[in-house]
């Protein structure tokens, strides 16, 4: 039987300094993470200003496939800039010149939409906090998606637990097909293309904001060369038992229902994987051109070539895989694929593909890509524009505006599965039933005594000579069920490192 | 003069009933009224001189 998913993303935004002739990014992240943490009374500290990512575990370099192609290049990891620990869980930090926020570790796809959202939500706090900081005039503008539309993007990454048994060649293969199809409803949109030779107006609009930054199958890179398959593999959990899949080639997705699709299906798929439940091979022919195409063309008719000669539309693939996984949870259970999520998950993606082959218009409260085409459609009609004036350019960028007043995302209609009370709820409340829990629990009751955290440990100080680390490395250990009653009977952390016998 | 970009309606073999369901067609309508109404809206909203804008948005790439 498949392993329990856990689940989170990170999410890296674009962010402008507006009113300053000399703007630089990473002052202006920093300025925004520090700005949030001030406002929020996170403790300032003079070790450092707030409680300190630890790198100790950080491995990045580390390949899945059990070697290190010649010239591949690992990313670096940059540890002199602003890293905190959130009260929820989550990790929010300065990463290639851009605000990233990780959502705590979610145990099913809703809490990932939820902590999502609550990212959201914590931006837009962090613009108000650090705009009161700035001189008058002077403005942090931060953006929700993946690409600057001149050939600069910056990601936003899923990551899922799989089993260490489970060959990482299977999750190749199948994952392979599933990325280059479910683009139909997890793409953000864009206007034009940026593909390196290829004229910008070639292409009007397409379904994506990334798959014209990937030019491998399978690879370590995240910045150059990026993958389809990324083999990063650093479970920040137990190796013996766990891999992470670490999946760079999604959008940043402002619809609740495309996050919930991306996250959802992607577990139900790697669940199928697992149980070895995936007998149909979707073997493309040219994989990273399937998946350009597949971005560029709004039909979603296109026959793409498989290497045995046939072809195969991206609907056809999808449809594939939802009746397979109804088909397991039929015979085997939700239980099999995960869960009590998983009918939610099934009846979502039919109702999708079903709408996809209809009219995809009619998704335009439920995807990103339908509902921007929607509104830059109907801009350009009104006004007689084509799809390269500078104002149908302007409002693409201006879909994920952070501002509340601003971004058109928020305003379009798209449906919400998390209302935004429930959202700021969970700004300072980390997932009950992972191991966000204790680290979110440590840094809201025991700030003074953390001194780093990582994903999976927390290193505290408690008066003591050493410091002491506490190791998570079972993701789904240290929830509410498992602590919450240590943590509501303990004055201070000595008393709750003594209680959990560390 | 704007071109018009051809979203093809896809026809279903899965899908025998293609007739849009009372419940979907007044979503539609609901969300043609709120486009509407967005669209009205929407150059209070666009920024002002928006050729500056789109090419001063410039990003460092990052992952």
């Not at chain 1, 999502?116 to 008058?136: K, V």
Request: proline share 5%.
């Amino acid at each position: 039987m498949a392993i329990a998913k856990t689940l989170g993303i990170e999410t890296e935004y674009g962010i402008v300094h507006r009113g300053t002739d000399e703007p630089n990014p990473i002052t202006a992240s920093s300025l925004l993470i520090n700005a949030f943490l001030a406002s929020e009374g996170y403790r300032p500290d003079t070790r450092s200003d707030v409680i300190a990512w630890d790198f100790i575990d950080e491995h990045p370099d580390i390949d899945a496939r059990g070697f290190s192609p010649m010239g591949a290049m690992a990313p670096e990891v940059e540890t002199h800039l602003v890293n905190a620990v959130l009260r929820n869980g989550a990790r929010y930090y300065v990463d290639h010149a851009h605000p990233e926020m990780s959502t705590p570790e979610c145990a099913d796809p809703l809490s990932v939409v939820r902590y999502d959202r609550a990212g959201e939500l914590i931006i837009q706090r962090s613009m108000a906090a650090a705009n009161d900081l700035l001189p008058a005039g002077q403005e942090l503008v931060l953006y929700k998606n993946n690409s600057d539309g001149k050939g600069n993007s910056y990601g936003t990454h899923e990551n899922y637990l799989v089993s260490r048994d489970t060959p990482f060649g299977e999750i190749v293969r199948h994952c392979t097909a599933h990325f280059i199809t479910r683009q139909i409803f997890t793409g953000a949109g864009k206007v034009g293309a940026e593909l390196p030779g290829q004229r910008t107006d070639e292409v009007h609009y397409q379904l994506t904001q990334r798959a014209d930054f990937f030019e491998e199958e399978v690879g370590l890179e995240t910045t150059l060369k990026r993958p389809i398959i990324n083999t990063r593999d650093e479970p920040h959990a137990d190796a013996r038992k766990y891999r992470r899949l670490h999946v760079i080639v999604g959008d940043a997705n402002p619809s609740q229902v495309a996050t919930f699709l991306k996250v959802g299906t992607t577990a139900l798929v790697l669940a199928l994987v697992e149980d070895g439940a995936i007998p149909t091979e979707f073997l493309f022919k040219a994989p990273v051109t399937s998946l350009r195409h597949v971005s560029h063309d709004l039909s979603l008719r296109e026959a793409l070539p498989l290497a045995d000669g046939s072809t195969v539309t991206a609907l056809e693939v999808q449809w594939e895989l939802f009746d397979l996984a109804r088909k397991h949870a039929e015979d085997h259970g939700f239980e099999a694929l995960g869960g009590a999520w998983v009918p939610e998950v099934l009846r979502r993606w039919e109702l999708v593909l079903t709408g996809l082959e209809r009219d995809p218009m009619e998704l335009a409260d439920q995807l990103d890509w339908v509902a921007k085409y929607r509104l830059l459609d109907g801009y350009r009609e009104r006004h007689g524009l084509s799809w390269s004036d500078a104002r149908v350019r302007a409002l693409d960028i201006q879909y994920t505006d952070m501002r509340p007043e601003r971004g058109l995302a928020w305003r379009v209609g798209l449906e919400q599965l998390i209302d935004d009370d429930d959202a700021a709820a969970a700004i300072g409340v980390p997932p009950s039933d992972t191991r966000a829990y204790f680290r979110g629990r440590c840094v809201r009751d025991f700030p003074d005594a953390v001194v780093a955290a990582n994903w999976d440990s927390i290193v505290f100080d408690v008066g003591g000579e050493a410091l002491r680390r506490v190791p998570m490395m079972e993701p789904m250990r240290g929830t509410e069920a498992h602590v919450g009653t240590l943590f509501d009977e303990s004055d201070s952390a000595a008393e709750l490192l003594r209680r959990l016998g560390n | 003069m704007a071109e018009r970009e051809q979203v093809p309606k896809p026809t279903s073999e899965r899908d025998s009933d293609t007739e849009e369901t009372p419940a979907a067609s007044e979503r539609g309508a609901e969300l043609k009224a709120e486009l509407d109404d967005l669209l009205d809206e929407i150059d209070e909203v666009l920024e002002t001189n928006a050729e500056d804008f789109v090419k001063s948005y410039i990003q460092k790439g990052g992952q």
